[in-house]
């Protein structure tokens, strides 16, 4: 595609389900990563994919939170029994090897609310 | 601790001025900086990279020069436009981690007519 796509745009859960949440990075791009921005702060590392393995996992928050990604294509990020603080806003991006001067493109992100 | 520190935090300009916004990072060994532009409830988008040999780049009205130094960074916006209204984002990552982009909390734009 033209660019990082992300789904659900938005996302209201009951606080103690689980969430799924997509990512499609452009094509080509090999490495592939999540942030989570709460309200009104800066973004948060949570993983980092090379191709479909995982070299850095030590953003992710808690052990309900995990990530796969199919091969250099899709990544889906689950979180297990969420709670309250896990509102937030997910961003997924991609990028060609992430050394220096390669742009990292941005989705438009998932706003997970949870009630 | 790799940190990423943005000044002002909030800044209101007329349309048609100037600004410049500010960057500090202590992040070590450093291997690029990178400025974003956030508008609300969107992705970030990219403005500017710069490795540790480059000064200054520019991406039409945005100007980001770097002292690698001193460790600071800059982004000066001319000629202000209404659509310029964002949140500017100030992003590092280290040489042994060049994937982690360690973010600023951004500079709140506001311009107005």
């Known amino acids: 595609g033209a660019g990082v796509s992300q789904s659900p745009s938005n996302k209201v859960t009951e606080k103690g389900k689980d969430v799924e949440l997509r990512c499609d990075p452009i094509?080509?791009?090999?490495?592939l990563y999540w942030y989570r921005q709460r309200l009104g702060q800066g973004l948060e590392f949570l993983i980092y994919f090379q191709g479909n393995s995982a070299p850095d996992k030590s953003g992710l928050p808690s052990d309900r939170f995990s990530a796969e990604r199919t091969g250099e294509s899709v990544s889906t990020l689950t979180i297990q029994r969420t709670q309250q603080e896990d509102s937030a806003v997910y961003l997924c991006?991609?990028?060609?090897?992430?050394?220096?001067?390669?742009?990292?493109?941005f989705g438009e992100g998932s706003w997970l609310t949870v009630v | 601790k790799n940190q990423v520190e943005q000044s002002p935090q909030s800044l209101i300009i007329l349309e048609g001025k100037n600004c410049t916004l500010q960057?500090?990072?202590?992040?070590?060994?450093?291997?690029?900086l990178r400025w974003y532009k956030q508008d609300t409830g969107r992705g970030p988008v990219s403005l500017t990279i710069?490795?540790?040999?480059?000064n200054t780049k520019s991406n039409g009205r945005y100007t980001a020069t770097l002292d690698a130094d001193t460790k600071q960074s800059s982004l000066h916006i001319t000629a202000s436009q209404l659509s310029d209204s964002a949140s500017y984002i100030c992003?590092?990552?280290?040489?042994?981690?060049?994937?982690?982009?360690?973010f600023g909390s951004g500079t709140r734009l506001l311009v107005r007519p």
């Open positions: 991006a991609s990028s060609h090897p992430p050394i220096s001067g390669n742009t990292i493109y």
């Open positions: 710069m490795t540790f040999s480059e």
């Open positions: 094509s080509g791009h090999t490495a």
């Open positions: 992003v590092v990552s280290a040489m042994d981690s060049s994937y982690k982009l360690i």
């Open positions: 960057c500090n990072y202590t992040v070590s060994p450093f291997s690029n």
